[in-house]
């Protein structure tokens, strides 16, 4: 495999960093120091971390919006589903809290030439991130999918659908329906990532996606760090 350009598109984790509204704030702290000792020794430098499974960069697991016993959580979802070939579609010219509609996704995929790969990953290019992080803003507005348009990436086939704002719905709440893209999601059987970074170098374009969660016991999310291998080539 010749990978030519690895693309970070996940948010750094750090202190005050904007989480969605009730969650738990970031919090980030020394436990020791590096400290050199008069016998040659030396103490090591560690922090501690208290944050939400869903701060940052996060993939939901299905428990975090299905009630139902059998619902999997984060660790006991296999790898494969964090993992393959992913598109990057344009819906930047969404304005913030419209909906994403199946007219923005089909036209924005024509233009570019993108096929939505078949268990494969949709990312969701909308600004969110270059508009508004770290700005409290970030938290309270972004476009997110209708249920339409969410159904249309189901139907071709994706298994993980990310974006860069805090939430795949709309933001704040409109519509009927509450959360119509998550409850797409829980019916059909779909990861979300949300929360991811800088997609504008990928809008747009074909890749190799890779986006590990942490392996929380009974997460209803885990933090991921998600990269977009460009220019993959397999050799047989």
């Given at each position: 495999m010749n990978i030519i350009n690895i693309i970070d598109l996940s948010q750094e984790i750090f202190k005050g960093q904007p989480v969605y509204p009730g969650h738990q704030p970031?919090?980030?702290f020394p436990m020791t120091k590096l400290m050199a000792k008069d016998d040659g020794k030396w103490t090591f430098a560690v922090n501690t971390i208290l944050m939400s499974e869903h701060a940052g960069t996060h993939t939901d697991s299905f428990t975090h919006m299905d009630p139902s016993p059998d619902a999997k959580s984060i660790e006991h979802l296999p790898l494969s589903r964090?993992?393959?070939p992913a598109v990057c579609i344009d819906v930047s010219h969404v304005a913030d809290s419209e909906f994403i509609t199946r007219k923005?996704?089909?036209?924005?995929c024509e233009e570019a030439d993108l096929t939505i790969p078949k268990g494969g990953t949709a990312l969701l290019y909308t600004g969110t991130y270059q508009r508004h992080f770290p700005t409290p803003v970030y938290n309270q507005k972004n476009p997110g999918l209708d249920r339409e348009a969410a159904e249309?990436?189901?139907?071709n086939g994706v298994i993980n659908i990310g974006i860069d704002a805090v939430s795949i719905d709309v933001s704040p709440h409109k519509g009927e329906e509450w959360k119509p893209a998550h409850t797409v999601c829980r019916e059909r059987g779909?990861?979300?990532t949300e929360n991811l970074g800088d997609l504008q170098p990928v809008a747009g374009k074909s890749f190799f996606y890779i986006g590990l969660p942490l392996k929380v016991r009974g997460g209803t999310a885990g933090p991921t760090r998600a990269v977009a291998l460009m220019d993959v080539q397999i050799n047989d």
């Open positions: 970031t919090v980030i964090f993992l393959g923005d996704l089909e036209k924005a249309w990436l189901a139907d779909i990861l979300n």
